[in-house]
């Protein structure tokens, strides 16, 4: 049983270009969670998404960011016109059916903005 | 002032010596306990998980919480080189539409020295 799958493992972008970021959870689970790790720092909440629903964006930057993750297919981080500033790693983590289970953490993209 | 407070260490000691490894936390609607491991450059990965004030073990590993003290603490008996890693306390509360948000210490680096 393979584990949540996140893709690109490591992703360069330019300022203002867009970045990409998606994550394929564990088979079986349908609750997707992205969280944000900056140099230094914990890991911090950003979104948690059910098939085809944003159930809590508490803590998404207001702006640039957006997430989804469709009836068919990975879910998608997006973050529009990246900044210095948007360069961390960004896990990705899902759940069983409950959505109150332990979450299950991907290996991460390590997103570097130059 | 952080809603989890964990001390980020780094934290070096010889292989065999005990590791105590503690966080404080301050929101009451934080109701199940976990710690991670995380290698460099990896995911975290889940060691051990509790509800309860008390103690839960698990081969080496000892996790304790104390719900009135908002303490936790992670305890690793026998250290091993390989027990060199990032350990974080999450702190997970369920979300009215569901689900749950977990809230991350920064983090303690601990090295076990042969």
């Known amino acids: 049983n393979a584990g949540v799958m996140q893709n690109p493992r490591h992703l360069v972008r330019r300022r203002g270009q867009e970045a990409r970021l998606r994550c394929s959870p564990m088979?079986?689970?349908?609750?997707v969670y992205w969280y944000r790790q900056l140099p230094e720092e914990g890991l911090k909440f950003m979104v948690y998404?059910?098939?085809?629903?944003?159930?809590?964006e508490s803590g998404m930057p207001k702006e640039r960011f957006s997430a989804e993750f469709p009836k068919e297919g990975p879910s998608i981080l997006r973050i529009q016109q990246v900044v210095r500033g948007d360069s961390a790693a960004y896990f990705c983590?899902?759940?069983?059916?409950?959505?109150?289970?332990?979450?299950?953490f991907g290996p991460g993209t390590r997103l570097t903005v130059l | 002032q952080k809603e989890v407070e964990q001390d980020p260490g780094p934290l070096s000691v010889p292989e065999g010596a005990i590791v105590s490894l503690n966080c404080t936390y301050s929101?009451?609607?934080?109701?199940?306990f976990m710690w991670y491991r995380q290698y460099s450059r990896k995911g975290p990965e889940l060691l051990m998980y509790?509800?309860?004030?008390g103690n839960k073990e698990d081969g080496r590993f000892t996790a304790q919480v104390d719900k009135s003290s908002k303490y936790i603490s992670l305890f690793i008996r026998d250290s091993q080189p390989s027990d060199s890693a990032t350990y974080l306390c999450?702190?997970?509360?369920?979300?009215?539409?569901?689900?749950?948000?977990?809230?991350f210490g920064t983090g303690t680096q601990l090295k076990v020295e042969l």
């Open positions: 929101n009451s609607a934080f109701q199940y």
């Open positions: 999450a702190m997970r509360e369920i979300l009215t539409g569901g689900g749950n948000k977990l809230t």
């Open positions: 998404l059910q098939k085809e629903n944003i159930i809590d």
């Open positions: 983590a899902s759940s069983p059916q409950t959505g109150t289970d332990t979450q299950y």
């Open positions: 088979k079986g689970h349908s609750h």
């Open positions: 509790t509800y309860s004030s």
